[in-house]
């Protein structure tokens, strides 16, 4: 009953992506004062954690990579995981239940923002944890940037996951947080941990993507939901996007199907392709460039939809437009 599991506390060492050397930090007796372990390699993981298990210590695991004996934000040098604790409120095992089923809401939401994430169960609660692949190499320029970034992120979870009898900690965005590992027995609680849905890397330009979007305070799904019923049918950001490519003289490449199914069906596409065949070659008769309208415009026309798209706001973007650019 008090045993690890060995097999879980390994994906979770895994998933961590550590590279070269894992803290491993301790608070309970005889260590009061707090001690911390380094040591390199999932097997000196293993066993350390397998000693201090034997002691009854909880042993906490560094989330990110550090130089050599770091503890400090200062000394941590690539972020690969992004961590919410959910507790019961109050904790009891009764409101288990219900930080379990708050941390499966979570993961419904990231799956919508095309984000992979695990679920863990914890003595008090659950774990979610998104591992992030590539993981982010953190300089002195970069650090604050990025500890703002996390912040930012796991505040706009809290306030829009509030719930009566479970919560999202907050505290956990810290570079050097350090958190059990998945598979110990906690000795203070006199409960076991085990993951429920193991860990699925997440590319880390998706992660960067939803912290980007978070001003919105929406996913793509809400976005599109959210949509006025009345919206215009024809907004007129597309046709601001390819003028500004056409001033721009861009050279075209192919375009993805729904956009350039979407510009097929403008009124002025006409238009519009004697605008391209003016611009990028007057040579060509205005039959062929209609013809080829598939490679029309660049690949800059849908970032310059997406700016022309937040400009103007989102009750008066068209369903069609919506769907080009998301």
Not at 16 to 29: A, G, P
Not at 45 to 67: F, H, M, P, S
Not at 102 to 108: C, G, Q, T
Not at 221 to 244: D, H, Q, R, V, Y
Request: net charge positive; charged share 30%.
């Amino acid at each position: 009953m008090c045993e690890i599991k060995i097999n879980d506390i390994l994906t979770h060492y895994r998933s961590l992506q550590h590279e070269h050397e894992t803290e491993i930090r301790v608070f309970d007796k005889p260590y009061l004062n707090g001690k911390s372990f380094f040591v390199s390699g999932q097997e000196a993981v293993l066993k350390t954690i397998e000693d201090l298990n034997k002691e009854k210590v909880r042993a906490y695991i560094g989330i990110n990579e550090r130089t050599p004996n770091g503890k400090t934000d200062a000394d941590v040098i690539a972020y690969g995981t992004f961590c919410c604790d959910i507790d019961g409120v109050p904790h009891t095992n009764e409101n288990k239940s219900f930080a379990i089923e708050l941390a499966y809401d979570l993961m419904k939401y990231f799956k919508e923002n095309r984000i992979h994430g695990a679920i863990a169960e914890t003595a008090g609660g659950a774990n979610v944890i998104i591992s992030l692949k590539p993981r982010i190499k953190i300089t002195k320029e970069t650090k604050q940037e990025l500890i703002n970034t996390i912040q930012k992120a796991k505040k706009f979870l809290c306030e829009k996951f509030k719930r009566d009898r479970a919560e999202i900690d907050p505290c956990v965005f810290n570079l050097s947080r350090v958190f059990k590992p998945i598979g110990i027995y906690d000795w203070k609680r006199n409960g076991s941990t085990g993951w429920i849905i193991k860990p699925a890397f997440t590319p880390t330009e998706n992660f960067l993507k939803w912290v980007n979007r978070l001003e919105g305070k929406e996913t793509v799904k809400e976005f599109k939901g959210n949509l006025s019923k009345n919206t215009p049918k024809n907004c007129g950001i597309c046709e601001l996007a390819l003028k500004e490519q056409f001033e721009k003289g861009a050279r075209y490449t192919r375009l993805a199907p729904n956009v350039s199914a979407y510009i097929r069906k403008l009124p002025n596409r006409i238009e519009l392709a004697k605008q391209f065949q003016a611009v990028q070659d007057p040579s060509n008769n205005f039959k062929n460039s209609l013809a080829e309208w598939d490679r029309v415009p660049s690949k800059f026309c849908c970032t310059a939809l997406r700016r022309y798209a937040e400009q103007i706001g989102k009750e008066k973007i068209c369903r069609d437009c919506l769907e080009a650019v998301l």
